[in-house]
Each structure stands twice: as C-alpha cells, then as structure tokens.
C-alpha cells in the first residue's frame, strides 16, 4: 500500500511549530518512529516538540540521550503550553483509547492532524490518515517519509527507526519480517545505527526484578483446551514482591506462545489504576484482534490486548470460555502449524493494550 506524503510535505511547508505523539505506554515503535519524525522536522527547520502520555520506559532511554527530546504530557508540560502548536502528528495509533489522558487534548486540539499508522483498528481521530496496515512498523512508514520528503538519516533518526522495526518485527523473526524490510534495515545500518548496540541496550539491561518476575510469572504458566491456550497471571503483589515495575510485564506474553502445540497465548496483568490488562497471542491463524474486540480491545491478527474491569480470577474465567469457543468454532489446526504463519503477522499488540 502506497501512502501520499504530499499532505505532510505541504503541512510542513506550511507551518512551523509541530507536536509529535504517540500511544500509551510507548513501545520501540511508538518512540523511535518519534525519533525519526522529530528528527525529519528539524531537519526542515521546524520546531517539533515530542509530548507523551505515558513516561518513557527505563528501557528506551538510549533513544533520548540529552533527556530532552521526549516530553511528560501532565507533569513536565501543561497542556497550556502546547497552545502554540499548529500541527500534530500523532505516530502508531488509530484509536481514541489509545491516547489516554491525552485523547481530550488531541479531540480539541484546532489545527491538522496527521496519522501515521499500520494497525487495523480505527477510531475517525479527524485527521489526515497516512496509514498502510501491511506495514511492518511505523517506523517503516516514517523511513518512506523521509525518502519521500528528502530527510537525512542522521545517526540518530537511523537509531530510533531501526529501533522501531526490530522491535515491530520481534528483532526480523517474525512473518512481517519481510527482504524489503531487511534491505531498509541495512539502510539505516548503514546510515550508522548500530544493530548490536541497540539490541543490547534493550535486551541485556534486565534488573533482577524483572528477572524474577519472569521466572514467578512462568512458574504460574497453565494450559487449557489440550493444550491449546496457555495462560499467566500477574497480580500487582507479585511486582511489588519480586522488586519489578509495571513496565517489566512487556513482552512476556510472548512466552505463552513458545509453548509447543499452543495456539493462544494469553497473559492477564492487574492495573495500578485497576482493571486487568489482557494481552493475547496467536500462532495458527485465531484472529485475537476479533477476540480483543469483543472484550472492547483490539489490535492484530496474531496479536492483541484490551482492559478487563472485573477482577483478576473473574477475567481469566471470561477470557477462556471465549477463546475456548473460538478455537471450538474453527477449522482444525493445521498438522504443522508453525511452518504456516499467517501472512502480515506482527508481535505489535493495539499498543499500551
Ligand atoms: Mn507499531
């Protein structure tokens, strides 16, 4: 899918004072695709400030070395001060939820507003769309944009967009991992992002919190219908207990999946702010954006998430009686389902779900 960057290209030319965004808690994507615009703006002399919702994970902190480019919504910046925006640029989401507190800002928000996006759901945001839902990443999506608009990639926008499609992509082994997508990784490899650097700045900075919290929520690990769903629980005790923060929760519902013979994975994480967030996995074909759908969630195919109000115990009880009725309800899984991924399938969950 082609995207017309000539909207952007005449925004830009025609204002001067930008506001980047994304959704909440902010994934590799969300954060280096905001790297990546940032840096395009101001290279065309354009004033960008970047303003999220959520802080910035521990994690991401490389992609932000002077601590000044990404910006607190609420606590470093009142509203008020973002006044003098004329446009914003709202990066890897397409749904009201997703902004957070920041959705009432945004819905009154009076100049233009641009999506760059590829997930499927979509709330009308009243704005451009600049969307191609067979992207990888948006950080792919914002490295044709700065082809398109003549950008340079520096060593700093090269860093957060290749940032942006390894994480996308669960580090290129996924099926949305694509030779096009390789080749524009060797770009910006090229372009001085160091792949080895950054894989170890987000993988090989585990606290021992984190760590325990691994191993707990694993220990916990169950499997229901023959097999087929394998579930975990996180209760807010076990990350006060094992000395983790919420954030650690990130990417361990990816071991439901490792599973042999598993075809949903799901792992249920309770709130501080209450609710539970659910997020779900799938690796044969089940369409856990539909499941998070009927839970009021959404995302992709083969990955997805929503929030559950009732209580832990509560949730895992619905959540299991409708992926059991959804496997129940379709054809049976292929005898090697692991060599036949489904096509565009990406670990990038209706992020912050
Ligand atoms: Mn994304």
Known sequence: MSIDWIPL??????HDRFLVTTHVRPDGDALGSEVGMAGLLRQ???DARVVNVSRTPPRYDFLDPSGTLFEHFGTQVHPAELADREVAVILDLSAWSQLGDMAGFIRDFPGPRVVIDHHVS?????AIFMKDTAAEATGALVVRAV???GGQFTHEVATGLLTAIAMDTGWFRHANTRPETLRTAADLIESGAAIDRIYRLLFERNTIGRLRLMGETLAGLRTAADGRIAYATVTRDDIARTGAIPHDTEDLVDFTVSLNGVSVGLLFMEQARGGIKLSLRSRDGLDCARLAGGFGGGGHRAAAGAILPEPLAESVER???AVHEALAAEAPPALHPT????PGRS???LPGL
Do not use: F, N
Not at 122 to 126: A, K, M, R, V, Y
């Open 44 to 46: 065309k002399g354009k």
């Open 147 to 149: 082809r398109a608009l």
């Open 347 to 349: 670990t990038s969950e």
């Open 339 to 342: 060599s036949t991924p489904h």
């Open 122 to 126: 979509q709330d009308d945001l009243g």
């Open 9 to 14: 290209a005449d925004l830009i030319a025609m």
């Open 319 to 321: 959540v299991l009686a």
